[in-house]
C-alpha cells in the first residue's frame, strides 16, 4: 500500500493506473494506461487487508480512502478471522459520500 505521507495515518488518497497495453519498459510509446480515479469497496478492502496484516490499522479504527475528485470511501475491520487456514479479516465499507 503506496500512499503520500499525511498527518493522519488513517487516510488516503487513492487513484488507480491500469495499462492499456502491453507494457514494455524498454519501449516508451507502450507507456499508455487509463485512470480509475476512485477507491472502490473491494479496493479498500485489500488496503485494510495490508495495514493490519502490517500492524498499521487496528480492529474497530476506521480508513478514510479518498479519490483524487474527493469522494470517499470508509473502511473498518469488524474483526479477525481465517479462510482456509490463513489470517484474514473481517471488513465493513461505506461510501462513497
Do not use: Y
Not at 503520500?4 to 494506461?33: F, G, H, I, Y
Not at 487487508?49 to 478514510?64: D, I, M, P, Q, Y
Not at 480512502?65 to 473481517?90: M, N, P, Q, W
Request: charged letters at 25%.
Amino acid at each position: 500500500v503506496f500512499r503520500e505521507p499525511t498527518d493522519d495515518p488513517l487516510r488516503a488518497k487513492n487513484a488507480v493506473v491500469m495499462s492499456n497495453n502491453k507494457l514494455d519498459w524498454d519501449r516508451p510509446e507502450t507507456w499508455t494506461a487509463m485512470l480509475d480515479r476512485s477507491p472502490c469497496g473491494t479496493g479498500t478492502c485489500a488496503v485494510l487487508a495490508s495495514l493490519h496484516a502490517r500492524g498499521e490499522l487496528k480492529t474497530g479504527e476506521a480508513f478514510v480512502h479518498e479519490s483524487i475528485v474527493g469522494s470517499e470511501f470508509v473502511g473498518t475491520i469488524l474483526g479477525e478471522t481465517t479462510v482456509e487456514g490463513k489470517a484474514a479479516i473481517v471488513p465493513q465499507v461505506e461510501g462513497p459520500t
